[in-house]
Nanobody, 121 residues
Framework: QVQFVESGGGLVQPGGSLRLSCRAS????????IGWFRQAPGKEREGFSC????????YYADSVKGRFTISRDNAYNTVYLQMNSLKPEDRAVYYC??????????????WGQGTQVTVSS
């Protein structure tokens, strides 16, 4: 059974940084496209960043482009999300999951518990 575990969330002031980690059991992440999603209070979960399996090309929604960076560490079977210049509107629960591709962010596996990110002064 594939399980995802997200970590690294917390409370940060506007302009601050966090690095989220995505680890999985039962799967080798380098073989899959991995998407980061977030769900803000009262809103639907949305995919905003993705890294491809073959060439590790990366994709970002306009809302995070230039501030967030997705990367892989295959030795640790981990995908990271470096988040800089955080804004109050980045507040959400963040999830990672394998996706069919980085065009439509269709999840391939079940969701983990996510990690809460709160940006507030």
């Amino acid at each position: 059974q594939v399980q995802f575990v997200e970590s690294g969330g917390g409370l940060v002031q506007p302009g601050g940084s966090l690095r989220l980690s995505c680890r999985a059991s039962g799967i080798t992440l380098r073989d899959y496209a991995i998407g980061w999603f977030r769900q803000a209070p009262g809103k639907e979960r949305e995919g905003f960043s993705c890294i491809n399996a073959d060439d590790s090309s990366t994709y970002y929604a306009d809302s995070v482009k230039g501030r967030f960076t997705i990367s892989r560490d295959n030795a640790y079977n981990t995908v990271y999300l470096q988040m800089n210049s955080l804004k109050p509107e980045d507040r959400a629960v963040y999830y990672c999951v394998t996706v069919w591709n980085c065009r439509d962010y269709r999840p391939l596996n079940s969701w983990g518990q996510g990690t809460q990110v709160t940006v507030s002064s």
